[in-house]
């Protein structure tokens, strides 16, 4: 069964403190993304993974780091968390080239 | 640099009808790959279609149809015969073909709404 799996789905934290959020795959899939969608601003691409430990920035990455160590697990890490990235984070992983999207659940990260 | 836009926000239809979503985008390279997926009421995104930009035929996947007009850089999605459950938010992204990058960008969005 093809999933996209996130961990924590509902997160609360305090400014500055770390914030993880997990995502894992069974597809064995070799890119994997993140995103974070607000209102009114769509899903703004954070950082792509082409596969372990081969990551790349994307648009909006300031205030984030990944880790990917296992190719089925990619980890979106905040160090010292902001109000501003209190949002909706979503993980996705890619099949072939060209190919679509499978889409975690979502997590609602908030940050007081 | 690519770019994905939306241009209608909202849309609103009766039960049983056909609907068009438009979406345009800007891109440098020849070889590029169009998708729409749908966020339903839960949050969840899922895939529905997709467009390679070789490909002269439109795409059709059950009640989801593609208009591709590459020479307008526009890909609408058509929904025929639309059921309450179709009301959703409908995201059109696009992907280069080329280059290191695999970045997908998505447009902002268009709402939905089904009335029965």
């Known amino acids: 069964d093809m999933k996209v799996t996130q961990m924590p789905r509902y997160l609360i934290k305090r400014m500055g403190e770390n914030v993880l959020l997990e995502c894992g795959q069974d597809?064995?899939?070799?890119?994997m993304y993140w995103y974070r969608q607000d209102p009114g601003l769509g899903l703004q691409l954070i950082y792509i993974s082409y596969d372990v430990d081969s990551n790349s920035e994307g648009d909006i990455p300031k205030g984030y780091r990944v880790s990917r160590k296992k190719r089925e697990h990619f980890s979106l890490i905040l160090d010292s968390a902001k109000t501003n990235q209190t949002s909706v984070y979503f993980c996705?992983?890619?099949?072939?080239?060209?190919?679509?999207?499978?889409f975690g659940e979502g997590s609602k990260l908030t940050v007081l | 640099a690519q770019k994905v836009t939306q241009t209608q926000t909202s849309i609103s239809v009766m039960e049983k009808t056909t609907v068009t979503m438009d979406c345009v985008y800007e891109?440098?390279?020849?070889?590029?790959?169009l998708f729409w997926y749908k966020q339903t009421a839960s949050g969840e995104i899922v895939f529905l279609i997709r467009q390679d930009s070789y490909k002269k035929e439109n795409a059709t996947v059950g009640h989801y149809s593609l208009n591709f007009q590459k020479p307008k850089s526009s890909i609408g999605l058509i929904i025929t015969a639309t059921q309450i459950e179709d009301s959703a938010v409908y995201f059109c992204a696009m992907r280069e073909g080329t280059g290191n990058t695999r970045k997908l960008i998505f447009g902002l969005g268009t709402t939905l709404q089904v009335q029965p």
């Open positions: 996705a992983s890619r099949t072939g080239r060209g190919g679509q999207l499978y």
């Open positions: 597809m064995s899939h070799e890119t």
């Open positions: 891109t440098q390279d020849s070889s590029y790959f």
